[in-house]
């Protein structure tokens, strides 16, 4: 089993002919062009122009890899693997690609092989660790619960704005900022603001009314399942990808980053924040993926897939033909 994202090895596996299976735990990428690029915050544009841009988007991201393809080259004609390297899709599995993002999250499309499979999200709470939290400060108003994820967390000029356009009478703003943010630095907090260097954020999320998120896959989809809306606020990335499934499914609104450094662009977050509070499209829209992740149970189903995959491709143990 290899993610997706790593360069390379699906090149040794074939070579020694090992049946591989890929997975991607970030957002999938289409390098097709029937759907922009999961970097890119473009909506879906069905048709011949929507199309051409996103070829177009796909080539002037591939550039970036031109050192590693000439690597990959010289292994291919190294080994004599028959593999046109040039085509990122021409040396993924054949035998399995599973991703954690529900079909109903995605960009619509019929065009991924047979062995492409939209399994829904891999988490198992069972497995995280425990986080002291101060549940005693939960006041029972509507929570807001916000975090920008591990690796954008300490971001003093995101936290200082989601501050001063979240917090308002009548509702409980959490923020989880990460170990290297000073609280004093991200604005004067009301009375009843919770700040924490992590959170249980599954937990947190079955009380929330809103999560504000940087759009990382794996925050959106726990929000989603727990039915919770999003404002989403994405960085770097496959963020700008998921935060324009966001918006593509109506669970929730896009606030681009570098809006933030004026007023003016808290007084864009402060309006989404606002929307999607009142307007229950967004956390009907938010259920109705909920319900589909639900039906699908996707960490068993993509061990049930794993598992028949590699027994129809490896053949039954020995065990088993005792």
Not at 223 to 234: C, D, F, H, N
């Amino acid at each position: 089993m290899l993610d997706a994202t790593t360069r390379g090895l699906n090149l040794v596996a074939m070579h020694l002919n090992l049946p591989f299976i890929q997975v991607f735990n970030a957002l999938h990428f289409d390098y097709s062009g029937h759907a922009p690029l999961c970097v890119y915050d473009w909506p879906h544009q069905p048709g011949p122009e929507g199309y051409a841009r996103n070829v177009e988007g796909t080539k002037a991201f591939l550039k970036m890899f031109a050192p590693i393809v000439a690597l990959e080259h010289d292994y291919v004609a190294r080994v004599g693997l028959p593999v046109d390297v040039e085509n990122p899709m021409a040396y993924r599995s054949k035998v399995a690609q599973l991703t954690q993002t529900p079909k109903e999250f995605d960009f619509p499309g019929d065009h991924w092989p047979a062995h492409f499979h939209y399994t829904g999200p891999w988490h198992d709470a069972s497995l995280r660790p425990p986080v002291d939290f101060p549940w005693e400060k939960l006041t029972g108003e509507p929570l807001i619960y916000a975090s920008m994820g591990t690796l954008q967390n300490g971001a003093e000029r995101i936290f200082e704005a989601i501050v001063a356009a979240a917090q308002a009478p009548g509702r409980q703003l959490v923020l989880s900022i990460g170990k290297n943010l000073d609280t004093e630095k991200i604005g004067t907090l009301s009375a009843n603001t919770i700040v924490v260097p992590s959170a249980p954020q599954l937990e947190l999320l079955k009380r929330a009314s809103l999560c504000i998120t940087h759009a990382g896959l794996n925050t959106a989809l726990e929000s989603l399942t727990a039915g919770v809306p999003m404002v989403a606020i994405p960085v770097t990335n496959d963020q700008p990808g998921v935060g324009a499934r966001i918006a593509h499914t109506e669970t929730g609104v896009v606030v681009p980053l570098k809006t933030l450094a004026s007023e003016l662009g808290v007084q864009k977050l402060r309006a989404a924040i606002e929307t999607v509070l009142h307007d229950a499209t967004y956390r009907e829209s938010a259920r109705r993926i909920q319900q589909a992740i639900a039906r699908t149970n996707g960490l068993r189903m993509a061990a049930d897939l794993i598992d028949r995959v590699l027994r129809e491709a490896v053949g039954p143990t020995s065990k088993e033909k005792s």
